[in-house]
Structures are given as C-alpha cells and as structure tokens.
C-alpha cells in the first residue's frame, strides 16, 4: 500500500486522527467547511470517481473525507513528515483505494515517485504554506503537469492580502483571542499535540524523525490570492478563482 517508512504497530490510529482534527480546528474552526465546499467542486468537475493526489497529505484528513463522500474515489497521498504518515498508513492500512507516498515537495524530481501520471483533481489545505514563493511557483508548474485537462487543483491556506493591514490585524487579534479561550478550556495546540506524539511508544521515533527534517515549524510564504492566481495561469491553469474563503483563509481552485 505504501513505500513510506513507517510502522504498522499497534495503535489507536482513530484517536490519533481524532486528536489531530481537534488540534487543527484550534486553528481553523471553519475547517470541515472549506473540506465541504472543496469536494463540492470536486464532484461539480470531476465526478464522484476521480483518482485525486492529496498533496502534503498529513495524516490523511482531505483523503479521509473523500473517500466517505465518494467510495469510488481513489487517492494518493504524498508528504514527507514520518509521524503523520506513519498515522495515515495505520489509518488507511488494507484499504486498496489509498497509496501513500514519502517525497519531498522542493524535491524537482518528486513526481516521479508517484504510481500516476496523471490526476483529476490535486488537493491541498493549510500546508503549502511553508514553501517560498520561488518554491511554490515550481511547485505549481509540475502540479500543472499532474492535471489531465478539465482536472483542477485546489489548494485551502492562508492567503494574506498586505494591502488591508488594520483590517489584517484586527481579524488576527480576534481570532487569537478565541483560540487563547480555547486553549484556556483544555484544547490542545500544536505544540501540545506534537509533545503527546513524542511521548508515544509508536509515534516516538517518527516524531523524532520529523523534527530533524522540520525543526520546531517550517514557515514560509503567505502571498495573496492574486499572486496564487497570476502564477497558475502563467503555469498553464486555465481558469483560477477562489470558491471559498474566510477572512484570514482562501480556497482557490485553478482548472486546467
């Protein structure tokens, strides 16, 4: 099922997924909504049988819910961090739908890893992120070359739009305050999630693994939607725009 490094240990990968979804809607509360609306415009497009690479795929929550909303749907998840692989092989393990795959994204040479040539839909949510631009830019190109046409790409992250600083800051105070009551009340961060994860008997090892690839977080870019766009159509993508959004989050969907 998959050619990533990990083990296949006993563990209560549920709770793991469980653990990791509440980690994240820490972050962003409105979470399964841009999931909603992206595999709305996956079967708007591409149908309800479509072979999807979930691009810096974690530990599986875009392929998770594809998969429940549409059984015929296959997916190949690619990412390079031992430990949420390890969780998503646990969690997908005899499920013949689902190829997991460790590459590294700013890899040129990453596509060739993956069992296809081509995909219908390429999907990703809060993770490119912690690529440059210059990185992102390359990356797009190659996800261009991974669409069939009539295929999309959609990718839910953090877009910030510089122009509107007070409106900026004033959403992210907000926001922070909410996620500090949060925290106040028992919600765990992702510091406190990857400490859990270092403690583990299972995940122990690959959480070591993943700090020396990571360090504490990788944080790159956060251009706007209008940079996301430009680059896409000058990849190759035909049409690009968003089809969600949140004040501090888009959802861009590019189709080839």
Same mark, same amino acid.
Request: glycine share 6%.
């Given at each position: 099922?998959?050619?990533?490094?990990?083990?296949?240990?006993?563990?209560?990968?549920?709770?793991?997924?469980?653990?990791?979804?509440?980690?994240?809607?820490?972050?962003?509360?409105?979470?399964?909504?841009?999931?909603?609306?992206?595999?709305?415009?996956?079967?708007?497009?591409?149908?309800?049988?479509?072979?999807?690479?979930?691009?810096?795929?974690?530990?599986?929550?875009?392929?998770?819910?594809?998969?429940?909303?549409?059984?015929?749907?296959?997916?190949?998840?690619?990412?390079?961090?031992?430990?949420?692989?390890?969780?998503?092989?646990?969690?997908?393990?005899?499920?013949?739908?689902?190829?997991?795959?460790?590459?590294?994204?700013?890899?040129?040479?990453?596509?060739?890893?993956?069992?296809?040539?081509?995909?219908?839909?390429?999907?990703?949510?809060?993770?490119?992120?912690?690529?440059?631009?210059?990185?992102? !830019? #390359?990356?797009?190109?190659? %996800?261009?070359?991974?669409?069939? @046409? +009539?295929?999309?790409?959609?990718? =839910?992250? $953090?877009?910030?739009?510089?122009?509107?600083?007070?409106?900026?800051?004033?959403?992210?105070?907000?926001?922070?305050?909410?996620?500090?009551?949060?925290?106040?009340?028992?919600?765990?961060?992702?510091?406190?999630?990857?400490?859990?994860?270092?403690?583990?008997?299972?995940?122990?090892?690959? !959480? #070591?693994?993943?700090?020396? %690839?990571?360090?504490?977080?990788? @944080? +790159?870019?956060?251009?706007?939607? =209008?940079? $996301?766009?430009?680059?896409?159509?000058?990849?190759?993508?035909?049409?690009?725009?968003?089809?969600?959004?949140?004040?501090?989050?888009?959802?861009?969907?590019?189709?080839?």
């Amino acid at each position: 099922m998959t050619d990533a490094d990990t083990t296949t240990a006993a563990a209560d990968w549920h709770a793991w997924q469980e653990s990791w979804d509440r980690q994240q809607e820490w972050y962003l509360p409105d979470r399964e909504e841009r999931f909603r609306v992206m595999l709305d415009m996956v079967e708007a497009l591409v149908g309800t049988s479509p072979r999807v690479l979930d691009l810096a795929c974690g530990t599986g929550s875009i392929t998770a819910r594809l998969l429940a909303r549409f059984p015929d749907a296959t997916s190949t998840g690619v990412d390079l961090d031992p430990a949420l692989l390890a969780i998503a092989e646990g969690t997908f393990a005899g499920d013949e739908r689902v190829t997991l795959v460790t590459a590294d994204l700013k890899d040129p040479d990453w596509p060739a890893k993956l069992p296809h040539d081509t995909y219908d839909a390429v999907l990703t949510a809060t993770a490119l992120h912690w690529l440059h631009r210059e990185s992102l !830019a #390359a990356l797009y190109g190659q %996800i261009a070359e991974l669409v069939r @046409d +009539g295929g999309v790409l959609m990718n =839910a992250d $953090h877009m910030i739009d510089e122009t509107t600083p007070r409106i900026n800051a004033a959403e992210r105070a907000q926001r922070h305050a909410r996620m500090e009551q949060a925290k106040r009340d028992g919600t765990l961060d992702w510091t406190g999630w990857w400490r859990l994860a270092a403690e583990d008997p299972v995940l122990a090892e690959p !959480a #070591a693994r993943r700090y020396e %690839i990571y360090g504490e977080h990788a @944080d +790159g870019d956060m251009p706007p939607v =209008a940079w $996301h766009a430009r680059v896409l159509r000058e990849k190759g993508f035909g049409e690009v725009r968003p089809v969600w959004c949140s004040p501090s989050d888009t959802l861009l969907l590019a189709l080839r």
